[in-house]
């Protein structure tokens, strides 16, 4: 893997499928609803898929801080999963089981609306999230998976599009921000890219060899070319350049249609770039024929694939997949956006003889 993203030769095609928490209850026959009341175990079973599908490359991410197991308790209200308060008893919120396992509450903060309010916004620094056990998880999954070979990438958090629809409280209006309110928007991004690299530089300290970065929002399919380069790459480099002075390499998952963009993609000071989502129009060909080997391409293979197809089909495309993006250079086969939670296992082990034989 680290020869891939760097640009060296690889004796074969790193396989790294984009496994996250639902996926990885499904494969190892646990619930979505252990891994949302236990976040710990919702970490230790995403690395424990990639052990049992065979990946080359696992994904760690922080946790709540240990105070939080000890204040908080996630457990069944009225059919709902709910987060309750230790002591008062109170219902902070509940939990999008259907969905990605989003703490939804019960009653949010007033939406962001001025710079002055986004100045007041605190985050954790490195010294914290690592004094408070946000990386406890981590860092064992990480020395557990170093001991088997593995590489290991850690999850840094939203810079840019992601952060302001939470903040601001509607996609919409974020959007609209964004043509309206540039000043606005831009202190939004410098402030969520500053905590982004508080947790890159937590996770350089545990010893991860890797970082994700990068937001769904920010997409061909959402925002125009235009913006992007004013919005998001400045932002997408001060990460990636802060990944780099601590020893990090460090790529970025591009949710949905990324084609408008490829010819921006050297300016985000990336190391490799994971999706290449056919459903949107993407195949690993054409982006190669584009970025050339500027870049490690990542994934590939429709999600739609490994949750509807046969193995055997499965099985084909990734070979594709594999054929464009060449065998001993700059591409890692993967799923070109999240595991479906229901994709089959066999699927998955199709694709992974795609790229281990």
């Given amino acids: 893997m680290r020869a891939a993203l760097t640009g060296g030769k690889t004796d ?13 209850c499904v494969a190892l026959g646990h619930t979505f609803e252990e891994a949302l009341a236990d976040p710990r175990l919702g970490v230790r079973w995403m690395v424990e898929a990639g052990f049992f599908y065979g990946c080359d490359v696992v994904r760690v991410r922080a946790t709540p801080a240990r105070s939080w197991f000890e204040e908080k308790e ?7 999963l709910a987060q309750v308060d230790r002591c008062t008893g109170q219902i902070d919120g509940y939990f999008d089981v259907q969905g990605g396992g989003q ?8 939406p962001v609306r001025t710079v002055e309010q986004i100045e007041a916004i605190t985050y954790p620094t490195a010294d914290q999230l690592l004094a408070n056990g946000c990386l406890d998880t981590a860092r064992e999954l990480t020395r557990e998976a170093h001991g088997r070979g593995l590489f290991v990438v850690g999850m840094a958090g939203a810079q840019t599009i992601n952060t302001l629809v939470a903040r601001v409280g509607s996609s919409e209006e974020a959007l609209m921000l964004m043509a309206t309110e540039p000043p606005f928007v831009h202190r939004m991004f410098r402030m969520a890219t500053d905590a982004s690299i508080e947790m890159i530089t937590a996770f350089a300290r545990i010893g991860v060899d890797c970082v994700y970065i990068g937001d769904s929002y920010a997409s061909g399919s959402v925002i125009s070319p235009q913006m992007y380069r004013e919005f998001c790459i400045p932002a997408y480099r001060r990460a990636a350049d802060a990944a780099h002075r601590l020893g990090l390499l460090v790529y970025k998952h591009c949710c949905g249609n990324y084609n408008p963009f490829l010819s921006l993609m050297d300016d985000n000071h990336l190391d490799g770039m994971e999706g290449l989502d056919p459903t949107s129009g993407m195949t690993v060909a054409h982006t190669r024929e584009v970025i050339g080997d500027r870049l490690c391409l990542i994934g590939g293979v429709s999600c739609l694939s490994l949750l509807r197809a046969r193995p055997e089909q499965v099985h084909a495309e990734a070979m594709d997949c594999i054929r464009a993006g060449g065998k001993d250079g700059r591409f890692v086969l993967g799923s070109a956006c999240a595991v479906p939670r229901r994709t089959p296992v066999e699927n998955m082990r199709a694709m992974a003889r795609a790229a281990t034989g």
Wanted: glycine share 4%; charged share 20%; net charge positive.
């Fill in 12 to 24: 074969r095609v790193p396989f790294f499928p984009c496994i996250f928490t639902d996926h990885a």
């Fill in 74 to 80: 996630v457990r069944t209200h009225d059919g709902k």
């Fill in 103 to 110: 703490l939804v509450l019960v009653n949010p903060p007033p």
